[in-house]
């Protein structure tokens, strides 16, 4: 046995050991404490100087922002030299942001905690700006918006050619740059940083979206203007005082030709020209068609347009054209005096050889209503020959087309006009392009409803005209309508309520002339009929007018949609309410639903769509 000196010797080794390792774990405790101390001021340091060169980014950036965002203004109207000035001056300040935000210093510090995803995000936005400025200063002088405008009727072909290289360049550059936003995590950026570069991603988005939309166009406008061959475009101008469910009669028609860029109208037409009141359709009808609207579609030129798919209204114009030993033609463009009004604003006023001036202001009433009291029989309720107001449309058609084809001096107020009529559903194009009409695909230009409810859920509400008049000039509809797919658990429902109101005095009903009027009402009165289409899928769970049960002109299926007609009948100062609930398809849910919208006839006046999706945010 160990004796008792050996015992207490033993357990001072111990203690011994037991010390030497405490003293060991200190030291390196001490030693890690000392290290991260050491890079905690390491980063402190390379922090503070990050810090320091943000603010020198952010002084460069400020300015650099309004810089880039006045760039396409310039261009538009033509200011090369502002232009190009600014792009120079965008270049000298990101290439200070850039050269701030590119040294190892920069990228040790975004691995610090909470600083670093915000350098990294300042990086992201002066390496983005860099690259527009980058653009800027080599695509500004080859970027020429002149070669949109056509000079004595022709438009330079090989000048939109070296515009669509550019624009194509730029829809590129745009993208990578939006990519390139969108992929960072702005979950842990700071408000100020987080704004700035949401203001960033705006203006990138914004110009990604235009560019990528105009690429493909340039890259086909030099085939649609005739390049290498001529090209045959029918244009159909729709009244909307006598309403269509695509806009309203189509009264005057005109063929236009393009060869290698030369524009000319060549032919001209009124629907009084042709074979009406035929005994059969003038082309076969699809039987979903001829049921929601009968054969008088296709046996009445008028009638034509009272679909509002667009494609079917060109398969039978085509035939009516045919029918008269009328050229062919390749495409269909149609629009309506509302749309002719935007146009106006970058035309400028257009004498007429008739005498009036048309303007943005008197284009409506003057095309729509003011020509049946100024040529022709005005006497009210006495039937007149209407030849007066057909030589008044013609003239006036080709002088607008002469006038648009000599070049507008305002570019920017132009593609407004264009942009806001086709987004009211007043320009529609049907192309024997295929490449064109796939471009089409899906928009209100395409003038047929889209095939699924994805990315957009469309509902539709359309008018027609029965009173045989030019009255729907007084008339002016409104739509509110809900839909449940954000918070419902199974099919989700949507609801319409559909207004629309006549809205001539008695006084004014006894002073119109009989092209106004029509023969088969009492002067004042409007006969409509009033279609409802379901979205894609969907069905129609119940309807009433005013309140009460309705008796269904036609129902079925069309477009892959439900659908009812019902006619309503409205007096002067009076106005009919349409109550319709619809229901998603079987085993659908909310999710299966796009942004929910309804599309609409284009009236004389706006007609207000009033959307309400509780929980879409």
């Given at each position: 046995m160990p004796t008792s000196n050996q015992t207490r010797a033993s357990l001072r080794d111990d203690a011994d050991r037991r010390d030497r390792r405490r003293s060991r774990r200190r030291s390196i405790i001490w030693i890690v404490v000392s290290v991260v101390i050491a890079l905690l001021a390491a980063a402190l340091v390379i922090g503070g100087i990050a810090v320091s060169k943000a603010l020198t980014?952010?002084?460069?950036?400020?300015?650099?922002?309004?810089?880039?965002?006045?760039?396409?203004?310039?261009?538009?109207?033509?200011?090369?030299?502002?232009?190009?000035?600014?792009?120079?001056?965008?270049?000298?300040?990101s290439e200070k942001a850039v050269a701030q935000t590119s040294g190892a210093d920069?990228?040790?510090?975004?691995?610090?905690?909470?600083?670093?995803?915000n350098l990294s995000a300042i990086r992201t936005a002066a390496e983005s700006i860099d690259e527009v400025a980058d653009f800027a200063v080599d695509s500004l002088p080859n970027l020429d918006l002149a070669a949109f405008r056509p000079v004595d009727g022709a438009v330079d072909l090989s000048a939109v050619h070296r515009l669509e290289e550019v624009v194509s360049g730029g829809a590129a550059t745009f993208s990578a740059i939006n990519d390139r936003i969108d992929a960072t995590d702005r979950s842990a950026l700071i408000p100020q940083v987080d704004t700035a570069l949401g203001t960033l991603d705006d203006a990138v988005s914004g110009v990604d979206e235009t560019l990528g939309t105009l690429a493909p166009i340039l890259d086909v406008l030099p085939a649609a203007l005739g390049e290498g061959g001529t090209r045959t475009y029918l244009l159909m101008f729709q009244g909307n005082s006598e309403l269509r469910a695509s806009g309203g009669n189509p009264a005057a028609l005109a063929l236009v030709t393009a060869t290698d860029g030369r524009i000319e109208l060549t032919t001209q037409a009124t629907s009084v020209q042709f074979a009406n009141a035929r005994?059969?359709?003038?082309?076969?009808?699809d039987p979903e068609t001829e049921n929601i609207y009968s054969d008088i579609i296709g046996r009445w030129i008028p009638n034509l347009t009272a679909t509002p798919d667009f494609p079917t209204s060109v398969d039978i114009i085509r035939a009516w054209w045919a029918d008269e030993g009328l050229p062919p033609f390749d495409d269909v463009i149609s629009t309506d005096p509302v749309a002719l009004s935007y146009l106006l604003n970058a035309t400028g006023p257009i004498p007429l050889a008739t005498g009036e001036t048309l303007t943005s202001e008197n284009a409506v009433p003057l095309l729509l209503n003011e020509v049946y009291y100024n040529y022709g029989e005005h006497t009210p309720g006495v039937r007149a020959d209407g030849s007066a107001q057909d030589m008044f449309f013609a003239a006036a058609a080709a002088q607008i087309f002469s006038t648009l084809t000599k070049g507008v001096s305002n570019p920017m107020a132009f593609l407004d006009g264009l942009r806001q009529a086709s987004d009211e559903g007043r320009m529609k194009i049907w192309s024997s392009n295929e490449q064109i009409e796939s471009m089409l695909s899906g928009t209100k230009l395409a003038g047929t409803l889209p095939a699924s409810n994805d990315p957009q859920t469309i509902a539709g509400v359309y008018f027609n005209d029965t009173t045989g008049a030019k009255t729907d000039y007084y008339?002016?509809?409104?739509?509110?309508?809900?839909?449940?797919?954000?918070?419902?658990?199974?099919?989700?429902?949507?609801?319409?309520?559909?207004?629309?109101?006549?809205?001539i005095t008695p006084e004014q009903a006894a002073g119109l002339p009989y092209f106004i009027t029509g023969p088969f009402y009492t002067p004042g009165d409007i006969a409509t009929d009033v279609?409802?289409?379901?979205?894609?899928?969907?069905?129609?769970?119940?309807?009433?007018?005013?309140?009460?049960?309705a008796t269904l002109v036609s129902q079925g299926t069309h477009l892959g949609r439900s659908v009812i007609r019902l006619?309503?009948?409205?007096?002067?100062?009076?106005?009919?309410?349409?109550n319709v609930t619809m229901k998603g398809a079987e085993g659908t849910v909310g999710a299966d639903y796009g942004a929910y919208d309804v599309w609409t006839t284009p009236m004389v006046r706006e007609t207000p769509v009033t959307i309400d999706t509780p929980g879409c945010g």
């Open positions: 980014v952010r002084d460069s950036l400020t300015p650099a922002v309004p810089v880039a965002s006045g760039l396409p203004s310039k261009v538009v109207s033509g200011d090369a030299a502002g232009a190009a000035a600014d792009a120079a001056t965008l270049k000298q300040l920069w990228r040790i510090a975004e691995w610090i905690p909470f600083l670093g995803p005994a059969e359709s003038i082309s076969p009808l008339a002016d509809a409104s739509v509110v309508s809900s839909s449940d797919q954000c918070t419902a658990t199974g099919a989700p429902t949507f609801q319409q309520t559909i207004t629309f109101a006549n809205n279609v409802v289409y379901t979205p894609a899928g969907a069905t129609i769970e119940a309807w009433s007018v005013d309140g009460a049960p006619s309503v009948y409205t007096p002067p100062q009076t106005a009919a309410t349409i």
